[in-house]
């Protein structure tokens, strides 16, 4: 029974994708809800950036008061290796931050291209191995979410996946 149910939901899921690309209002307010997400998503990590970069401030400002501490006080030193581990975990996460606020930049879609890639989804479905399948279906939803006693299925897209569509879309044209 089970099985049977997550197969219903797996049709679910793949028969709302072809209706997206199906239907122009659709893939405009789902390339809408992308850039709303994908924003939202920038202003946190701007966000995240500018506290870190406080942050690196003050531990390089320490840093610069311990170092003339360490010949007078052996403890400036333990201090200055903490202060130093510090300075590069917050550099680390700083890289990744910016990383991150890159590849979204590069993952926001045009709607053309988007309603291109959706309309292309169907036809292409009917022959990709299910591997392939499956990896498309990952591409584009985060995570679907079923109430049995509602009877209800959500799913929830990646805000990148129709980027990533796009791009597989279009290898796929090339190839």
């Given at each position: 029974m089970l099985r049977f149910r997550r197969i219903e939901i797996e049709n679910f899921v793949v028969s709302?994708?072809?209706?997206?690309g199906k239907d122009s209002e659709v893939v405009a307010g789902t390339i809408r809800q992308t850039r709303m997400?994908?924003?939202?998503?920038?202003?946190?990590?701007e966000s995240e950036r500018a506290?870190?970069?406080k942050e690196l401030a003050r531990y390089n400002s320490d840093l610069r008061k311990l170092v003339g501490l360490v010949a007078a006080n052996p403890l400036a030193a333990d201090r200055m290796a903490d202060v130093q581990e510090r300075i590069r975990v917050a550099e680390q996460r700083v890289t990744a931050v910016r990383e991150e606020l890159m590849a979204l930049g590069r993952e926001?879609?045009?709607?053309?291209?988007?309603?291109?890639?959706?309309?292309?989804?169907?036809?292409?479905?009917?022959?990709l191995s299910p591997r392939e399948q499956a990896r498309v279906i990952q591409?584009?939803?985060?995570?679907?979410?079923?109430?049995?006693?509602?009877?209800?299925?959500a799913i929830t897209f990646h805000p990148t996946g129709i980027r990533s569509l796009v791009d597989e879309m279009k290898r796929r044209e090339t190839a």
């Open positions: 709302q994708i072809r209706e997206i997400e994908s924003e939202k998503r920038s202003r946190e990590l506290i870190l970069e926001l879609v045009d709607e053309k291209e988007a309603v291109q890639a959706l309309a292309l989804f169907d036809p292409v479905w009917d022959v591409l584009l939803v985060e995570r679907v979410d079923y109430d049995g006693a509602k009877g209800t299925v």
